[in-house]
C-alpha cells in the first residue's frame, strides 16, 4: 500500500533517522485509511479474545514467559505514550 523501501515484515522498530527520512511524504488520504484498517482488526481481534486466552504464552524469549494478557497491557502503555509525544508535539508546535 505505502510502497516503503523496507521488507514487508519491518515494524520500524530500530529504524534510524536516515531510515526514516527514505519514507519521503505520505499522504493524509492513505495514512487514515491505514488507520481506520488497523483500528477495525484491533476492534475484530479484542473482541474475538476469551478470558481464557490471556493466559497463553506469546513469547517464550523472557523470564517468566509473556501471556496475551501481559503482552496486551504492554502494547496499550506503548500506545498511550505515543498519545503522550504526539501532544507535546501538538502543543510545542501551537504555542504562541
Known amino acids: ?54 493466559k497463553r504464552i506469546v513469547d517464550d524469549a523472557w523470564v517468566p514467559p509473556v501471556t496475551l494478557g501481559v503482552r496486551l497491557i504492554s502494547v496499550i502503555s506503548d500506545d498511550l505514550q505515543h498519545v503522550g509525544q504526539a501532544a507535546f508535539i501538538r502543543g510545542w508546535l501551537e504555542r504562541p
Open 1 to 54: 500500500r505505502f510502497e516503503l523501501p523496507f521488507p514487508r515484515r519491518a515494524t520500524g522498530y530500530g529504524h534510524s533517522p536516515k531510515d526514516v527520512a527514505a519514507l519521503g511524504g505520505v499522504p493524509a488520504e492513505l495514512l487514515a485509511g491505514y488507520h481506520d484498517a488497523v483500528h477495525d482488526q484491533t476492534v475484530a481481534f479484542i473482541r474475538s479474545v476469551k478470558d481464557a486466552d490471556l
